[in-house]
């Protein structure tokens, strides 16, 4: 029997390590149970999970556990009596949340683990380095990843071997492949679950994107915020030079490559590639011009590929199980699966990878299970603050670089932030201008100003003090700026405003002309009352408000003061019949 | 080779030539501000972009190289919205004043910053030179202008005002006496003829343009003498004749042609003018004196301000008797009622309806008249006028008290009932306005004020080639550098005019700032130099002139106060260049603006982070030629910043003073300190030359202003200077001279 618990940074944070060092004390006291850990499997919402194997392989998932049941599930593995546990067994209803996806990128992630080459191994793990080196020349490489049509899963979805080949084609005898694990979207952690709970799987992608253009070094530049993850992959890194698969000779195949990690200090725009490579040139971080591109003028002024993690991490399995069979999943376009991290209003969030093709209904709400709370579906933001957000009309879409580029929206890199009627959308676009206007590296002027008086638009609309003729400057802002701006981060700047002045143009309207925020949440526009009508007296609202605004007797209806009122709807959330109305 | 077009024009370029340099190499232009032929391209400012046929995004010229058949355009509507955009942009973070406050104010736009500031570095003639950009007679007008320029002057919040206007006199007097006086050039002939009607400040300011311009201009004047108001409206004590006269001899020594006595309408038509000339400005003033419609006034012993002061002029001595009243609390109500003493009146009684505080008369006039023993009797002003056998005999006075403001925001006086009383005068002056005598322009269109109409800003009236400025045109009397300011404009349009171009004066845009309170404590207090003046007693009895002028010393004292508000940048900033040629709306994109006012003069570079338009020249130049990083980016965002290394003085980090960073900086953010007594903000000389410190012999381009060389320039696009030839070679070729 094997108790192995889910210690990705979402698990972790969820408790995971508490669980894991109480498991760490009981099996010291019996025999034949063997405890490990994993990364994460995606199901972050049920964290932490501990999956229990029994000899023959079966598993048995328990989720939400918490160090004080691991006692009982110690003695119910013990006496094989996992019947006790089923209070803690993960509902019918929640693996579906595994099942419809289909797992390449994650493959591996939530089942192995990450800190033992073994386990890699042991499913196949640089069997498509072996092939690739002993059986395959660059060339061959590159057509097979041509076949299965990957692209860029950062965001834009170029298609990965045009990049290869570039790189190949470039001349130059030195050249480097780089990583981009500088997973900045809020509300994305895709690439952060791949390096923690599969990192063999990034460093045999890259090995064979490097044996490909034809580098001698690999850099992967990850965020110094992922401190599991660099971890991890120092780990990894240093257990594949130890098995001969990273430096001199791998292989003895007479291909050399090494690898090391670059952490970087957080800022959003080396998510940007050339930006990326002036900080790992020791720079500040800010964008080059293109062209040249890195293909042609990289790191070091050498040619250079970079490509994200989960992109990465789809290559070893291409090779191995040829790319006609990726590219037989997806659509004309788009080829393969994609991973997201579903969050926000949503029943269940967490990382999913489903083929190409699958509607955003599905996703939302087969896979995430819908709405929480009861609530209606608003709009969904895909790709962060370069994306844009799609509305409850549009959510038949299908997952395609051009179908969801048609709305406005982008496929981006795989954050998927859910909405529901009581989110504000000129709230949103002001969320997103708000983290791309500080993130903005200062260079361009399009950015560097441009975002900062959307930004301030944006806030003055919120605030009750948006004037007639802002929706038409804003409109005509965003389009300047993303004609304007340098690189990607200013360019894509826009989108969350464009998208929501395409679908919600009415709230936009109703903050200007009616000084009203039609989803009740910006505070300058609203004011809670309680409905006497409703109100039983029970003080709850009145013993809980932080500034002593609402006064009233027991059994009496209450009613707040609005001038002491600071809004921060803590009565609304605690009456338990309703009586608080926001207007 | 490949070939290209640009704009429709087929051009064959080299390989690898990007779009910028195939433009600017053909002579089109494209506008950039983070571009240097000799630093590497960064593509920041979004200013050089433009269109090619068959890209969907727009391009940057400075880092896109021309491929084979490119088809680019330059010009754009969606590259011009492109770039006007991000001009917005940047000047919505952009703070400073292009022209000082003083400049921006006075109504010729002297520039006053500058001739302030070569007065401080004894450069009198350049000074001379600066105000005749805009002012003829710096003596005259320094003399008797109501200096609006001062009232601006921020000075005052540090202590008072600078005497912008003493210093003008100062220095104009100077010239007038000296052996090497300054000359205005004058453009060749262009075989057009213009006239003048009206030989007052308008009429010849525009004179001394047109004919600087190269035209033939005749002013006709109906008086015996050119000067108009400034002559026969403005006392001898204030301004001397024969300094007039002397600032007008040079005006007529430029080849202006000056034909006196003679009365349009009278002696020769407007339309034979029209015929004979190919534009006519009618520059003829107000010479009425207004009435004041009350009973009585029209009898003998009643005289208009102007009347009595041009006979005064004219060299009578009018009969006043022994007591006068004048009416009006204006300046030449003043002039009047001081010229009444001088002519021996005994009590001489100034009626204002309202109180000191609203009198419209500067106030040193005001003090000096009491001085000299008027007798001002506020909130009263005549009802009716007493006469016997039509002469004068009494006054009836009715008295006021002031009530809520006008529109004006002056108290509006209101009649107190039943306070009146009668009081006998021998003479009384009616200064409370004047107007135009419109006899012989019939023809052209007039306003509801009787004054001719004309554009306000191509001063054109209603007859084609006739143009108006100055008190006879549109809202009618003001102060003489009113007309100055309106004569000069109107000279360019007339230029353009001649020239076959139909062109409106468009005040320039500049970045102008609001200064928070505080700012100010940091300057030292000095005193103002006050004008020393002739003692009452002394000037009662004569028409000497009141003010002694200044000393040289305390000129250049005086000059070394001025804040220097404008920005020594403005003729070479790229940045209000292109603003003006993009016609930028500045407020549109407005927003937080920096204000860091940390301009650092602490070394031979002057550092202004509020100018700083983020372009990331100096930081680049610095790190690319002189392999060392003095300056580099900090923050991030909208609230990057140039600094020096470790945010310390530049002269404690590792700045070799070379330079180059002031020398590619587009705006203002980074000066070269000026090795003088005060920096100057005015428009140099160039001189090419080579720098001869060591033996590279670099090409450079010696800045300089009279006889001060105020800094040095790499000579040509592809040179950058070193310390020697950037900073030393300035203090050796400035010694050299002394």
């Not at chain 1, 192995?4 to 995971?16: D, P, R, W, Y």
């Not at chain 1, 005509?476 to 990607?488: F, R, T």
């Amino acid at each position: 029997m094997k108790i192995v618990v889910g210690e990705g940074s979402c698990g972790i944070a969820a408790g995971a390590a508490k669980v894991y060092s109480a498991f760490e004390k009981l099996t010291e006291k019996y025999d034949g149970i063997d405890l490990g850990f994993t990364g994460c499997n995606g199901m972050c919402f049920l964290e932490p999970i501990v999956d229990i194997y029994d000899d023959n392989g079966d598993l048995t998932r328990l989720v939400k556990v918490s160090e004080n049941d691991c006692e009982a599930i110690i003695k119910a593995v013990s006496e094989n009596s996992l019947e006790d546990l089923e209070a803690l067994k993960i509902s019918k209803e929640d693996e579906e949340f595994l099942n419809k996806q289909t797992r390449i990128a994650l493959r591996h992630c939530g089942l192995i683990n990450p800190e033992d080459i073994d386990e890699y191994l042991a499913c196949d793990g640089y069997k498509a380095v072996e092939k690739v080196l002993k059986t395959m020349t660059a060339q061959q490489v590159i057509e097979e990843i041509k076949v299965s049509g990957l692209a860029g899963r950062g965001g834009a979805g170029f298609p990965t071997w045009f990049k290869w080949n570039a790189a190949r084609n470039s001349e130059g005898s030195e050249k480097y492949l780089i990583c981009n694990a500088d997973e900045g979207d809020p509300g994305a952690f895709m690439d952060r679950a791949v390096i923690e709970s599969d990192p063999h799987s990034l460093i045999e992608g890259m090995l064979i994107g490097a044996y490909a253009i034809g580098a001698g070094e690999m850099v992967v530049y990850v965020r110094a915020e992922y401190p599991l993850a660099v971890k991890r992959l120092e780990k990894a890194i240093k257990q594949a030079e130890e098995r001969g698969f990273l430096g001199e000779n791998i292989l003895s195949s007479g291909f050399s490559c090494k690898m090391r990690i670059k952490a970087g200090a957080g800022a959003f725009v080396c998510g940007e590639e050339t930006a990326l490579i002036e900080s790992l040139e020791g720079n500040r971080g800010m964008p080059r011009l293109k062209p040249p591109f890195p293909a042609q003028e990289g790191y070091w002024h050498k040619p250079s590929n970079i490509n994200n993690v989960e992109t990465y991490a789809n290559v070893a399995w291409i090779i191995l199980n040829g790319g006609e069979k990726f590219a037989q999943m997806g659509t004309e376009n788009s080829k393969g699966t994609k991973v997201f991290a579903l969050t926000g209003k949503i029943k269940r969030g967490g990382l999913v990878e489903i083929p190409m093709g699958m509607t955003l209904r599905e996703v939302i709400f087969d896979i995430g299970g819908g709405i929480r709370d009861s609530k209606k579906f608003k709009a969904v933001q895909m790709g962060g603050p370069s994306g844009g957000c799609i509305p409850e009309s549009l959510l038949d879409t299908v997952i395609d670089y051009k179908a969801l580029a048609q709305t406005g929206a982008i496929m981006g890199s795989g954050g998927m932030v859910v909405m529901d009627e009581s989110t504000c959308m000129v709230g949103m676009a002001k969320f997103f201008l708000d983290f791309t206007t500080k993130e903005s590296c200062g260079k361009c002027v399009h950015c560097r100003l441009g975002t900062k008086r959307m930004y301030e638009m944006l806030t003055r609309i919120v605030e009750g003090n948006g004037r007639p003729g802002d929706i038409e400057l804003l409109e005509e802002l965003c389009y300047s700026v993303k004609d304007g701006a340098l690189c990607g981060l200013g360019q894509t700047a826009p989108n969350p405003v464009l998208t929501t002045l395409k679908y919600f143009r009415d709230e936009y309207e109703a903050h200007i002309n009616n000084k009203k925020c039609p989803a009740g949440e910006c505070s300058a526009l609203i004011k809670y009352v309680i409905d006497s009508s409703k109100c039983v007296g029970c003080t709850k609202c009145a013993k809980n408000c932080p500034v002593n605004a609402i006064s009233g007797k027991v059994k009496q209806p209450h009613a707040i003061d609005a001038d002491k009122c600071i809004k921060c709807g803590k009565c609304r959330g605690n009456c338990n019949f309703s009586a608080v109305e926001v207007r | 080779m490949i070939n290209i077009t640009i704009d429709g024009k087929k051009l064959t370029v080299e390989e690898n030539t990007t779009i910028l340099e195939a433009a600017s190499e053909n002579g089109i232009k494209i506008p950039n501000l983070c571009y240097d032929g000799r630093v590497e391209t960064y593509g920041a400012c979004g200013l050089c972009v433009v269109e090619a046929e068959g890209s969907a995004k727009l391009l940057r010229a400075c880092s896109t190289k021309c491929s084979e058949s490119m088809v680019i355009n330059t010009k754009s509507d969606r590259v011009i919205r492109a770039r006007k955009t991000a001009l917005e942009l940047l000047i919505s973070d952009h703070d400073g004043d292009c022209k000082a406050p003083c400049s921006l104010e006075c109504p010729a736009n002297t520039d006053c910053q500058g001739y302030v500031g070569l007065i401080a570095n004894g450069e009198y003639k350049q000074a001379v030179r600066l105000i005749k950009e805009r002012i003829a007679f710096p003596s005259s007008i320094g003399r008797i202008c109501p200096h609006p320029c001062e009232k601006k002057c921020r000075r005052k919040y540090v202590d008072e005002p600078v005497s912008i206007a003493a210093l003008k006199g100062f220095v104009g007097d100077m010239d007038l006496a000296s052996d090497d006086r300054y000359i205005p050039p004058v453009e060749p002939d262009t075989g057009k003829r213009v006239a003048v009607i009206g030989g007052g400040p308008g009429g010849l300011t525009a004179a001394f343009f047109l004919r600087r311009m190269g035209h033939g201009v005749t002013v006709f004047d109906m008086m015996e003498k050119m000067g108009g108001m400034l002559r026969y409206g403005i006392p001898e004590y204030r301004l001397p004749k024969s300094i007039l006269d002397r600032e007008i001899k040079q005006i007529e020594d430029l080849g202006v042609n000056f034909k006196n006595n003679v009365k349009i309408g009278r002696d020769i038509s407007l339309d034979e003018l029209k015929k004979d000339y190919d534009a006519v400005v009618v520059a003829l003033g107000a010479w009425n004196s207004s009435k004041m419609r009350i009973a009585g006034e029209d009898c003998e012993g009643v005289i208009g301000g102007i009347d009595f002061l041009r006979e005064v002029a004219l060299g009578n001595r009018p009969e006043i008797g022994g007591r006068v009243a004048i009416c009006g609390g204006g300046n030449t109500a003043m002039d009047a009622c001081r010229t009444a003493v001088r002519l021996g009146a005994k009590e001489v009684r100034v009626l204002y309806r309202r109180t000191r505080d609203e009198m419209p008369a500067e106030d040193i006039e005001i003090k000096e008249a009491m001085e000299e023993g008027v007798d001002f009797c506020f909130l009263s002003s005549p009802c009716e006028i007493i006469s016997e056998n039509g002469k004068l005999k009494s006054v009836k006075i009715q008295k006021y008290e002031l009530g809520e403001p006008d529109e004006s925001g002056r108290r509006r006086p209101k009649a107190v009932d039943g306070s009146v009383e009668e009081v006998e005068f021998d003479t009384v002056i009616m200064a409370i306005g004047q107007y135009p005598e419109l006899e012989g322009f019939e023809g052209l269109e007039i306003s509801a004020k009787n004054t001719i109409l004309a554009d306000s800003g191509s001063f054109r009236t209603s007859a084609d080639g006739v143009f108006a400025v100055g008190d006879v045109s549109n809202r009618g009397a003001s102060i003489a550098i009113e007309a100055i300011g309106e004569a000069q404009k109107a000279s360019v349009v007339i230029d353009r005019y001649l020239n076959g171009e139909d062109v409106k004066y468009k005040k320039p845009f500049y970045v102008e700032r609001t200064l928070p309170d505080g700012y100010f404590d940091k300057f030292e207090k000095a005193v103002r130099a006050e004008m020393p003046v002739l003692p009452a007693d002394e000037r009662k009895n004569s028409f000497k002139e009141v003010a002694l002028g200044i000393s040289e010393e305390t000129a250049v004292n005086e000059a070394m106060r001025c804040l220097e508000c404008g920005c020594h940048d403005y003729y070479e900033c790229k940045l209000i260049e292109y603003a003006n040629e993009y016609d930028v709306k500045p407020q549109k994109f407005s927003g937080e603006k920096h204000f860091r006012n940390n301009e650092d003069k602490s070394s031979l570079i002057i550092r202004n982070a509020d100018k700083c338009i983020l372009c990331g020249l100096c930081v680049r130049v610095c790190e690319e030629r002189e392999g060392v990083t003095a300056l580099g980016l900090i923050g991030r965002g909208f609230d990057t910043i140039v600094n020096p290394e470790l945010s310390l003085p530049l002269d404690l980090s590792s700045c070799t003073f070379c330079g180059a960073c002031v020398d590619v900086c587009p705006t203002g953010a980074l000066k070269e300190k000026q090795p003088i007594k005060k920096q100057l903000a005015v428009e140099e000389e160039s001189r090419k030359s080579v720098c001869e410190l060591c033996d590279k012999l670099c090409p450079i381009d010696i800045r300089y202003i009279g006889d001060t060389v105020t800094r040095i320039k790499p000579g040509d696009k592809n040179t950058l200077l070193c310390k020697k030839g950037k900073f030393d070679l300035t203090d050796k070729l400035n010694g050299a001279q002394k």
